[in-house]
Each structure stands twice: as C-alpha cells, then as structure tokens.
C-alpha cells in the first residue's frame, strides 16, 4: 500500500471521532503503525519490482540459458544496466549506462544479483541479492528466494532486507523486515493482479511489526487491494485491522477496526481517501 494512502487514513482516524484511547490501541499507536506500514510497504513494493524485471525465461531450460535470457530480458527493458554474467549468475548494476532505467514507474540505481537456482518443468528457482538497490525514494539491502510451482500456479517469496528511506518526510529512517508469502494470478491474470496470502514482519522505530495478510487481492492499477484483510499487530500488543472491498471500477472500501471502533473510507482511483 502507498505511503500517501496510510498518512491519509491516519490523518482521517484522527480527524474523526476516535477516542484518545481505544480498549486495545490508542491514536498515536494507530499513526505510528499506519506510518511504519507505508515505510514498509514503499521498500516491498521495490523489492516485487526487482524481482519483476528478472521473471522472463523459458521453464524447463539449462540455468545458463535461463540467465542468458534474463540478460537479454533486462537490457532490453533498461538499457541502463550494466549487466554481466557469470553462468547462472548475473550481476546488474542500475544506472550505470545511459538510456531509460523505469520499471512500473521505479527509476531504479544500485547493485542486483540474482542467480537461477532451479528451472524444472514443474519448478522454478531463483536467489536474489540486493545492495543499495534504490528508486530515488527508498533503498534497500538483503535477499529473497523466489520459486514457482507449475503445478499450483503459485509464487512463494521469502525475504529479508534492511531498507533506509532516501527522500520526503521520513528522510533517513530505517528498518529490517522479512516476509514469506505465496502469490497467485487473479483470474484475470498476472498482468492485471495477483492475490496474495502470508505473513511479514518488521522493526523499525517504533518497535516489531507483525502483519498478517489473508487473500488480498491486488490490482497493478489501483492504489490499494481491492479484495482480503491485513491484520497489523503493534508493539504495545494492539491490533488494527484492514478489510478491502472493491464498491466500483474506480473507488474501494476500506475497513479500518481497532477493538469495539471501526471506521469506513473509501479509496478513489486517484489515491484520494474520502470518509
């Protein structure tokens, strides 16, 4: 979810008629869990775009041929990008030629491994490793293990990375999260969206986050799911959940609940949050 949508539903619990303090949550935990989850969600969402760019070769071929796909795939789509490889193993450095370096909107710099561990029919494999890998607005360090299951249609993605935000108002704060998630196409398919169910986890300044995300559905195009339920644990033990309903093509609902309160808002197209 996008940072601006968190402050903007933060800013509307505060605005409302929520109490200073819940049974289970107060106002300032709600702000600093909403926060923390955009911090959070800005450096997956770089992350998912890093393994994006590096998902195009054939199943079923030798790890070389794959990787040798791959190289073509990615200089192609950024033609910035420096790009050696080392058999299975290609090594990027963004940024580092001229020409286009965006990718769904991400102006990408920094350094990105990733090796193709396994390409079976029926299961694929494929290690990456990132260091200062940034878009101008978060950078980001550490790995993810990504594999494929033909037979389920599925993507499981496990990861753990440091991330430092680089630009606006939370300029030089940090963290370290980790994830294990599995990730299917919506019947409309992987171009459209993919629903999403697991488990992430994070620290930052204000303490361990828990997240549980059970069947969220979400769109490239929208700025918010559109479909499935979060549910946050803060540090102080206080829950705050999330349910998203899509209402129209342009507008979703969301949920927010804390204990006995609940408040409603609905999501424009556009990213603006009406109450």
Same mark, same amino acid.
């Given at each position: 979810?996008?940072?601006?949508?968190?402050?903007?539903?933060?800013?509307?619990?505060?605005?409302?008629?929520? #109490?200073?303090?819940?049974?289970?949550?107060?106002?300032? =935990?709600?702000?600093?869990?909403? =926060?923390? %989850?955009?911090?959070?969600?800005?450096?997956?969402?770089?992350?998912?775009?890093?393994?994006?760019?590096?998902?195009?070769?054939?199943?079923?071929?030798?790890?070389?041929?794959?990787?040798?796909?791959?190289?073509?795939?990615?200089?192609?789509?950024?033609?910035?990008?420096? !790009?050696?490889?080392?058999?299975? @193993?290609?090594?990027?450095?963004?940024?580092? @030629?001229? /020409?286009?370096?965006?990718?769904?909107?991400?102006?990408?710099?920094?350094?990105?491994?990733?090796?193709? $561990? *396994?390409?079976?029919?029926?299961?694929?494999?494929?290690?990456?490793?990132?260091? +200062?890998?940034?878009?101008?607005?978060?950078?980001?360090?550490?790995?993810?293990?990504? $594999?494929?299951? *033909?037979?389920?249609?599925?993507?499981?993605?496990?990861?753990?990375?440091?991330?430092?935000?680089?630009?606006?108002?939370?300029?030089?704060?940090?963290?370290?999260?980790?994830?294990?998630?599995?990730?299917? +196409?919506?019947? %409309? /398919?992987?171009?459209?969206?993919?629903?999403?169910?697991?488990?992430? %986890?994070?620290?930052?300044?204000?303490?361990?986050?828990?997240?549980?995300?059970?069947?969220?559905?979400?769109?490239?195009?929208? #700025?918010?799911?559109? +479909?499935?339920?979060?549910?946050?644990?803060? #540090?102080?033990?206080?829950?705050?959940?999330?349910?998203?309903?899509? !209402? %129209?093509?342009?507008?979703? @609902?969301?949920?927010? @609940?804390?204990? #006995?309160?609940?408040?409603?808002?609905?999501?424009?197209?556009?990213?603006?949050?009406?109450?």
């Amino acid at each position: 979810m996008r940072s601006w949508l968190y402050r903007g539903l933060a800013c509307s619990l505060l605005l409302g008629a929520c #109490p200073a303090q819940s049974d289970t949550i107060s106002v300032d =935990e709600v702000q600093q869990a909403l =926060e923390e %989850s955009a911090l959070s969600s800005q450096a997956e969402t770089l992350l998912s775009d890093g393994v994006e760019i590096t998902t195009n070769f054939t199943i079923g071929e030798a790890l070389e041929r794959a990787a040798q796909e791959l190289q073509g795939f990615v200089a192609a789509q950024l033609p910035c990008a420096s !790009i050696t490889r080392d058999a299975a @193993k290609l090594s990027v450095t963004y940024g580092a @030629k001229a /020409g286009n370096c965006s990718f769904h909107g991400h102006s990408f710099a920094g350094e990105h491994t990733v090796t193709v $561990m *396994r390409n079976a029919a029926n299961e694929v494999a494929v290690h990456h490793e990132w260091n +200062a890998f940034n878009d101008g607005h978060v950078s980001i360090s550490g790995s993810a293990d990504v $594999m494929w299951s *033909r037979t389920s249609k599925s993507r499981h993605v496990q990861h753990e990375i440091t991330w430092t935000m680089l630009s606006g108002r939370y300029v030089g704060q940090s963290g370290t999260g980790r994830g294990d998630r599995t990730q299917t +196409a919506l019947d %409309s /398919g992987l171009a459209v969206g993919m629903q999403v169910n697991g488990t992430r %986890s994070w620290d930052g300044r204000h303490g361990h986050f828990d997240l549980d995300i059970d069947g969220v559905e979400m769109r490239w195009s929208d #700025p918010v799911p559109q +479909a499935g339920t979060y549910e946050l644990t803060t #540090p102080r033990a206080g829950t705050l959940s999330l349910n998203f309903a899509r !209402i %129209s093509a342009n507008s979703i @609902k969301v949920t927010a @609940k804390s204990g #006995p309160h609940e408040f409603a808002f609905t999501v424009m197209a556009d990213g603006q949050v009406q109450r």
